[in-house]
């Protein structure tokens, strides 16, 4: 088999999207920053929602719409490479996006506001305050030096009574526990950058 159609086979899922054509470089910079945020991840172009291979359109302009996704539209730019895949008289740009040692990125939404994407599934979402603090954390130029103080044990102990972890509840859990919303972020994100709690997307 064909590796692009064994990448292909593979579907649109949180490490990989498909695109039919480039013409939105903000678009596609919220790919690209989303990928670089969560565990990286390949475009490919010239492929259609449901796998069909379309092949590129106009080659140099589609590379150039990447090239400015990723370095004008990110903040801070996101590193990527390319390679072009020829299969049955097509050409499929693969863009593929590392996991970021320098997250969080951000994007600009519909409106022009830069915003922190992640991906989950096989969607680019806006993160959450708690998300973003999270990235920020665990990719600071600073080692993470966690201490478990009596607001984060609080918080443990409120967390203990909820057996479901996939979102959190920021104004209900900052006032079980007796925090601002902010201070519940920062020990929540603490929690979590610290691998003590776990969470799943």
Not at 52 to 78: D, Q, W
Request: glycine share 6%; hydrophobic share 35%; with cysteine.
């Amino acid at each position: 088999m064909h590796p692009l159609e064994k990448m292909i086979g593979e579907g649109e899922h949180v490490r990989q999207d498909f695109k039919y054509f480039l013409n939105d470089a903000r678009k596609i910079a919220r790919s690209l920053a989303a990928f670089a945020n969560t565990e990286g991840g390949r475009l490919l172009v010239g492929v259609k929602d449901n796998g069909r291979i379309a092949g590129l359109k106009h080659r140099e302009e589609e590379a150039y719409v990447v090239e400015a996704a990723a370095h004008v539209f990110c903040r801070p730019p996101v590193r990527y490479t390319t390679r072009n895949w020829e299969h049955e008289g097509k050409v499929v740009l693969e863009v593929q996006v590392p996991k970021s040692t320098k997250a969080p990125h951000s994007a600009p939404d519909e409106s022009g506001k830069y915003l922190c994407y992640i991906r989950k599934g096989d969607e680019n979402k806006v993160a959450s305050e708690l998300e973003t603090t999270v990235l920020k954390m665990t990719h600071s130029a600073r080692p993470l030096h966690f201490t478990l103080d009596n607001k984060h044990r609080r918080l443990l102990q409120v967390l203990g009574t909820q057996t479901e972890y996939k979102e959190f509840d920021i104004a209900e859990l900052s006032r079980l526990s007796l925090m601002t919303r902010k201070e519940c972020i920062r020990a929540l994100a603490g929690l979590i950058a610290s691998g003590t709690i776990q969470t799943s997307r």
